[in-house]
């Protein structure tokens, strides 16, 4: 079966620091890989996303992630964090061969301290 | 263009009464999908519509929800009657097509409290 792990549930970093959170997915196929954020009260928004090719991928933000096959992981980078880059972050997988269901990890909640 | 509307964005009922929600997806998406998202938790798809038919429901609990698509656009779904582990976020996204990979465009969700 498919799933998501996100290992860390909680990070504070300082303002204008790097940032990576981590994202490991078990998926049998070559999976369709994504990054939503969430900020309170509002619903997810998409950050990026990985179909194929290229295996770092640039998203909205100043965010990237790398998909690592050999490691079934999927990390987002950003290499300096602002305070409004505060909110929860999810990492989804989807079939590349079926329905578009999304399975989602369980989140990480990013403080940023100024 | 407008965004992925959900109704009401907040609702608190007593156990075993029953609850409505309403959402209506982007113009032109034939896919919509109402996921539950508990505290602490990523959100996990309730079910899945490909115009006015049902691809997946897999994870519904069919003895106490339903949903329903009219006319293949505004969705509505219920619980009935509601327990306490029901308190949750309720979200509702639409995409272009079921098929994987589309972009999936999320409203901003309704909380439900159980008491």
């Known amino acids: 079966a498919q799933s998501v792990t996100q290992p860390d549930i909680h990070i504070t970093v300082s303002e204008g620091a790097s940032l990576e959170l981590r994202c490991n997915y078990s998926y049998g196929a070559t999976p369709y890989l994504f990054w939503y954020v969430q900020s309170p009260g509002q619903g997810l928004q998409l950050l990026l996303k990985?179909?194929?090719?290229?295996?770092l991928v640039q998203g909205i933000k100043g965010f990237e992630a790398e998909f690592k096959r050999s490691q079934s992981s999927f990390n987002l980078r950003k290499p300096s964090v602002h305070w409004s880059d505060a909110a929860e972050y999810f990492c989804a997988v989807a079939s590349s061969g079926g329905y578009n269901k999304l399975i989602f990890g369980a989140g990480t909640r990013l403080a940023v301290h100024p | 263009e407008a965004g992925v509307a959900q109704s009401p964005r907040y609702k608190i009922i007593e156990k075993r009464q029953s609850v409505a929600f309403w959402c209506n997806p982007i113009?032109?998406?034939?896919?919509l999908y109402w996921y539950q998202q508990i505290l602490g938790q990523g959100p996990k798809l309730l079910i899945q519509f490909q115009n006015n038919g049902v691809v997946d429901d897999s994870q519904l609990p069919k003895d106490r929800f339903s949903a329903e698509r009219l006319k293949g656009v505004d969705s509505t779904l219920k619980i009935q009657p509601a327990k306490l582990e029901d308190s949750a976020v309720y979200l509702c996204?639409?995409?272009?097509?079921?098929?994987?990979?589309?972009?999936?465009?999320f409203g901003p969700g309704t909380r439900l409290t159980v008491t």
């Open positions: 113009s032109g998406h034939a896919t």
């Open positions: 996204a639409s995409s272009l097509d079921g098929v994987g990979g589309y972009e999936q465009y």
């Open positions: 990985y179909f194929s090719g290229d295996t």
